[in-house]
């Protein structure tokens, strides 16, 4: 619909996730998640809001959004305000996967337990209901190793929290190092629209973030995405036509976004997300 004009259908389809989002943070039963391989973008969004967040050996949790035009949305944009150091900005600009102790330092996830076990688990859980089994499964297994992220916190803090995407490309060349490199590389293969607005995002959660003004400044993006941003074009080189090779409306990261963000980022009025209003 977007390729033929009509903005409309995406735009009520972003306005019902974001609110199943919220509803979700705020459900007041206890809610499980268990992630096992790839959990990214809205997947992020049905589990990692929830309150006992599980992943296993082979848990792969990311926000990729910026390598297709968009931005970390589904309250992904707290998680991200909310994880330790700069990391957010690292994960969020480069969209790095993040392995199970990844996934928990940064805030994703709270409690690894293998796959073998989780069988086991889910029976006891429905057939208890009490949830604090979770943690009893938890407490015998022994902790992941380290991930890149935990790893290279330094190097992240030190690069990330430039004030400017272009502060950031510098910084990550000027170092002689695999992980930096590699960073690098996915920082120049992602939209630069998206990660300017994605950096802008998480400097104005940082002070308090929540999910209510995460969705809301995430919908402003995500509203205005296919007709002003790079989204249909990100989708159109990763999913239709699959060339990997996007044509972005800004093809260097040094040029200066100020104006765009600023309007990709405004409030939109009487269109804004409404979170309370009921979902149809």
Same mark, same amino acid.
């Given at each position: ?14 306005? #019902?996730?974001?609110?199943? /989002? %919220? ?24 589990? *990692? ?33 909310? $994880? ?25 996830? #709270? ?12 029976? /006891? ?26 790893? +290279? @916190? ?11 995407? @272009?502060?950031? %490309? ?10 930096? $490199?590699?960073?690098?590389? @996915?920082? +120049?293969? /992602? ?5 300017? *607005? ?5 400097? +104005? ?8 003004? $995460? ?22 080189? @990763? ?30 009025? $009487? ?10």
């Amino acid at each position: 619909t977007g390729t033929a004009g009509d903005y409309t259908y995406g735009q009520k389809f972003w306005r #019902d996730e974001y609110r199943i /989002n %919220a509803k979700i943070t705020a459900f007041p039963k206890p809610y499980l998640a268990f992630m096992q391989g790839f959990t990214m973008g809205g997947g992020v969004g049905v589990s *990692c809001h929830g309150s006992y967040r599980v992943v296993c050996e082979n848990s792969q949790i990311a926000m990729p959004e910026c390598g297709i035009g968009l931005v970390p949305d589904v309250g992904g944009s707290y998680l991200l305000a909310s $994880a330790p150091g700069f990391g957010g900005e690292y994960l969020g600009l480069s969209g790095a996967r993040m392995g199970p102790s990844d996934a928990i330092y940064a805030g994703f996830a #709270d409690h690894y337990i293998t796959q073998d076990r989780w069988a086991g688990l889910i029976e /006891n859980l429905a057939q208890s209901g009490d949830v604090f089994l979770v943690e009893l499964y938890a407490s015998s297994e022994m902790p992941p190793a380290k991930g890149p992220l935990q790893r +290279n @916190a330094g190097l992240i803090d030190a690069v990330f929290g430039a004030a400017e995407l @272009a502060a950031i %490309a510098t910084g990550l060349a000027a170092r002689d190092d695999g992980f930096a $490199a590699s960073a690098l590389k @996915a920082v +120049n293969r /992602n939209s630069p629209l998206s990660m300017a *607005c994605t950096l802008e995002m998480l400097r +104005n959660l940082r002070p308090d973030p929540t999910v209510a003004k $995460a969705l809301t400044q995430e919908y402003r993006f995500t509203s205005r995405a296919m007709q002003h941003g790079d989204f249909l074009e990100g989708i159109r080189a @990763a999913i239709i036509d699959k060339d990997r090779t996007p044509d972005w409306k800004h093809k260097n990261i040094t040029d200066d976004l100020r104006d765009e963000v600023a309007a990709m980022l405004a409030p939109l009025g $009487a269109q804004g997300l409404k979170l309370k209003e009921q979902l149809t």
